[in-house]
């Protein structure tokens, strides 16, 4: 297993659109979870978008309908098309993967294999 690196972060204007990339290679052929999180400056890391083994999916209502992750055939790639961008979605996201149960993170304590994170800023 590899540490995630994300990728394709940068600014933008309002209403404008980023993709973001995550490689993580090794996460395969097992019951693992993928997800973005964002933490914007002096706020708690929180999750976007996550996407487990079986391909289900979930949003945070922030971002539902504007977001859409994804993942590559083999499992070794995580996407993040981010359209409507708004000022709000400002910050610095990070790709996770984390085996069996969902990633979570509180308080500081966020386990799973997590990304060194690529910022987004959205300008007005």
């Known amino acids: 297993q590899v540490q995630p690196v994300e990728s394709g972060g940068g600014s933008v204007q309002a209403g404008g659109s980023l993709r973001l990339s995550c490689a993580a290679s090794g996460y395969t052929g097992g019951n693992y979870y993928k997800a973005w999180f964002r933490q914007a400056p002096g706020k708690e890391r929180e999750m976007v978008a996550l996407?487990?083994?079986?391909?289900?999916?979930r949003y945070s209502d922030s971002v539902k309908g504007r977001f859409t992750i994804s993942q590559g055939n083999a499992g070794n790639t995580l996407t993040l098309q981010m359209n409507s961008l708004k000022p709000e979605d400002t910050g610095m996201y990070f790709c996770?993967?984390?085996?069996?149960?969902?990633?979570?993170?509180?308080?500081?304590?966020?386990?799973?294999?997590w990304g060194q994170g690529t910022q987004v800023t959205v300008s007005a």
């Open positions: 996407i487990d083994s079986a391909g289900a999916i």
């Open positions: 996770v993967v984390r085996k069996g149960v969902p990633p979570y993170c509180r308080s500081g304590y966020c386990p799973g294999s």
